[in-house]
C-alpha cells in the first residue's frame, strides 16, 4: 500500500540535456543530499478497488537510508524504514509490523530511489516519458529495471524552475501504480533521531 518516491534534484539549464543528462545531475545532487522533508499526496489505482485510495502526510528522509512517512489522512499510521527494517504502525489498531525490506518489486526501488541508496544508470534505463503531455515548465523521465521485465517501471516528473521532483510513479507488472506528489519540500534541515523511532505502548501486536 505505498508508495513512494519524493526527491530534491537540481541540475543545470543551459543548453538541451538528454534524459541520460538530467539522471546523472540528479544522482549528483541526490548524493549531496543529508536530509529532506515534504508533505505528499498518495494515490494507489488498483483494478482491485473501484476508488484510487488517497492518503496524505509528511515525509522525512536522512541519510543514510532512513525514511518516514508520516500518514495524517485518512488514518493516522505511521512507516518507517531504516536500513533494510521496515516497520508499519497503526495506532488505533495496536498493531505493529516488522520486516526486513527486500530488493525486489517497484516499492521498493521507489523507496531505495528517494533514500539516494539506488544508482539511477546503472539500475535503469532512461529515456523520456513518451505519454507525457506537453510541459515547458517541467521534465518527464521513465525508468525501467534493467533487470526486470519491461512492464516494471517509475515514472520521475521533475520542475525544471528549481528542480525538485514534483511527482513520481511506480506501475508493477500487474497494472497497479502509486502515485505520489510532493509540495513544501525542506532539504538539509536538522531531522533528529526521535522522528526516525518508533515508541510504542506496551500492549501492541507486533507482527514479524
Given amino acids: 500500500m505505498w508508495f513512494l518516491l519524493i526527491m530534491l534534484l537540481c541540475w543545470p539549464g543551459e543548453g538541451p540535456q538528454s534524459a541520460e543528462d538530467i539522471a546523472r545531475n540528479l544522482e549528483i545532487r541526490m548524493g549531496e543530499l543529508h536530509s529532506l522533508q515534504a508533505d505528499f499526496q498518495q494515490t494507489l489505482f488498483s483494478s482491485t478497488i473501484s476508488t484510487p485510495l488517497q492518503e496524505k502526510g509528511t515525509l522525512y528522509i536522512r541519510k ?17 524504514i531504516k536500513g533494510s527494517l521496515y516497520q508499519e504502525y497503526y495506532p488505533e489498531d495496536k498493531q505493529l509490523v516488522e520486516r526486513t525490506l527486500t530488493e525486489e518489486g517497484s516499492e521498493a526501488a521507489l523507496l531505495a530511489l528517494l533514500a539516494g541508496s539506488s544508482g ?19 521534465h518527464h523521465l521513465k525508468l525501467t529495471p534493467r533487470e526486470e521485465e519491461a512492464d516494471t517501471y517509475i515514472i520521475l516528473e521533475i520542475d525544471a524552475r528549481d528542480g525538485l521532483i514534483r511527482r513520481a510513479v511506480s506501475f508493477d507488472w500487474t497494472g497497479n501504480r502509486q502515485e505520489f506528489l510532493f509540495t513544501r519540500v525542506k532539504t ?3 531531522l533528529s533521531d526521535s ?3 518508533l515508541k510504542v505502548p506496551p500492549d501492541v501486536d507486533i507482527i514479524r
Fill in 120 to 138: 539511477i544508470l546503472e539500475h535503469y534505463r532512461v529515456e523520456f516519458d513518451p505519454d507525457a503531455p506537453e510541459d515547458p515548465g517541467g
Fill in 188 to 190: 538539509d534541515i536538522r
Fill in 64 to 80: 543514510p537510508g532512513w525514511l518516514r512517512f508520516d500518514y495524517e489522512d485518512p488514518e493516522i499510521h505511521v512507516f518507517l
Fill in 195 to 197: 522522528i526516525f523511532e
